[in-house]
């Protein structure tokens, strides 16, 4: 099978493997001539397209020809352009459709006395400002040896942020900061302080309102007279408590997963994505949650999901969301649909409106139920909307601060990255599997050779509710965890 037709409307074939100029291909029953070489995740024209009209792939439009386009033609970049408006955002309307119920199936994680379920049991040390980001590391390093066999491992999260902030801007990084002091994978966190910045420790403990003592210590490093030796002890003693927590069996409806995609490429929105979608669903069926982020990459496809909305709450404030969002570029001059980015095109993805077709498939069809703005944790159950950037190391830190206990992360070119919290790489296609075996976690890539997706879909689910139980990550292995956090205001 050299193409595939996604969708019985559309008007062009994607290139599963390269196509030479002069090859006959069969799509459906007829047979196209390539007129010129089609690279792999590429897209071949079955049928006139004049100028001006729209070039359909998943069922909808991507966009519209620059100038005629014959049946065997490339079309890309060079014959195909955008059709978005930026000044319009389509309206949104409730719908009553619902998944049916799936029996719940069970992972093993760890209950926390205050209410969370984790699914690793590690010490995190948050520094409240950049100012301490050496000293959280140190520590680090400190207790390591002493930490070995007994907890998940220790990890400090630096970040520049914290203090020089001001307004929502300053609001954002406490938010994720609080967050991610409660996360549950945590089963002990050290908030380090300086004293002087504005996302003081105190400040940090208002918005918390509340904490679990043995699962998290405070230390403010300017009242400390040795605050190694005495962040040393904090630690030893929040590891003493984790070591004595142990796995139990937990109800999947508990799981909270993160969807995300990074460097797409034309095989994105027809293998990885929806097979991420249909785990998604699974997980909403148990009664569990994902979180679907990147508010950009959805842009050109709104309203797929527009007409997802559960309830009249939501189906007002997804598009007042999105419309922020749009916002946010305008008022750095920026262009709203300046995407994809030159990886996306070199994989095949030619407009904004392809790029976010596929992406949202990785929400699968599963109602709405909430809007989350930066920052926010999950309190529905069920697909909610998160609103972070596409870039993949703040949008994955804004998916864990809304208590994601793992993500599951598409790509189509390959990402060595990991997220604060365990990250499955799924890839788009078997070649990007087999070469960065170190970065995949899972290949979806067998879908584009008709492999069924009901086998995929258990081994992913499965791969998921193990990853859940302990079994690590590419990343994790590699020892690849960072944070970024969303910075969008003035620095004093």
């Not at 996302?199 to 699962?215: K, N, T």
């Not at 508010?295 to 050109?300: H, N, R």
């Not at 990250?423 to 070469?435: C, E, P, R, Y």
């Not at 499965?462 to 020892?479: F, Y």
Request: glycine share 14%; net charge neutral; aromatic share 4%.
């Amino acid at each position: 099978m050299a193409v595939l037709r996604i969708h019985p409307r559309d008007n062009v074939a994607v290139a599963l493997s390269p196509v030479a100029a002069g090859e006959r291909v069969r799509v459906e029953g007829r047979e196209v001539t390539a007129l010129e070489d089609i690279p792999q995740g590429h897209k071949l024209a079955l049928a006139p397209i004049a100028a001006g009209g729209e070039v359909i792939k998943y069922g909808c439009p991507i966009g519209r020809a620059k100038r005629d386009i014959a049946p065997g033609t490339w079309v890309h970049s060079h014959n195909l352009g955008t059709a978005l408006d930026e000044d319009k955002t389509p309206g949104a309307q409730v719908t009553a459709s619902t998944l049916e119920p799936m029996p719940v199936r069970t992972f093993r994680g760890y209950r926390r006395r205050d209410r969370g379920v984790g699914i690793r049991n590690e010490i995190w040390i948050i520094p409240t400002v950049g100012c301490v980001n050496g000293v959280a590391q140190a520590l680090a390093r400190a207790v390591e040896t002493y930490a070995r066999g007994r907890v998940d491992g220790v990890y400090a999260w630096p970040h520049p942020y914290g203090c020089s902030q001001i307004g929502e801007d300053q609001e954002a990084t406490r938010r994720i900061l609080c967050g991610l002091i409660r996360h549950p994978n945590a089963g002990g966190v050290l908030v380090l302080g300086l004293g002087c910045e504005n996302s003081s420790i105190s400040v940090l403990q208002e918005l918390l309102g509340g904490w679990d003592s043995a699962r998290t210590a405070f230390l403010e490093c300017q009242a400390a007279q040795d605050e190694l030796a005495e962040g040393e002890a904090l630690l030893r003693g929040l590891i003493d408590r984790a070591a004595g927590q142990t796995r139990e069996e937990i109800g999947a409806d508990e799981l909270i997963v993160g969807l995300k995609c990074g460097g797409s490429d034309g095989l994105s929105g027809i293998t990885a994505n929806p097979l991420v979608g249909r785990v998604a669903d699974c997980l909403v069926a148990m009664g569990g949650t994902a979180l679907l982020a990147e508010i950009p990459e959805m842009f050109g496809a709104e309203a797929v999901l527009f007409r997802r909305c559960a309830d009249g709450d939501t189906a007002r404030s997804l598009p007042a969301l999105v419309e922020e969002c749009k916002d946010y570029f305008v008022r750095h001059g920026q262009v709203i649909y300046e995407n994809p980015s030159p990886g996306n095109k070199a994989g095949g993805i030619t407009t904004l409106e392809e790029k976010s077709l596929g992406c949202v498939q990785k929400g699968g069809s599963s109602p709405v139920r909430d809007v989350l703005h930066y920052g926010e944790r999950a309190k529905k159950r069920g697909l909610c909307v998160l609103q972070t950037p596409g870039n993949d190391l703040v949008s994955t830190t804004g998916l864990a601060a809304a208590g994601a206990q793992l993500i599951l992360f598409t790509t189509g070119r390959g990402t060595p990255f990991g997220a604060p919290v365990p990250t499955v790489k799924i890839s788009t296609n078997t070649a990007l599997a087999g070469h960065k075996a170190g970065w995949i976690d899972y290949s979806a890539g067998g879908l584009a050779q008709g492999e069924g997706w009901d086998k995929h879909t258990e081994a992913l689910l499965r791969k998921v509710l193990d990853t859940a139980s302990g079994a690590p990550t590419r990343s994790e292995q590699a020892g690849y965890r960072d944070l970024a956090i969303w910075k969008d205001g003035v620095t004093l």
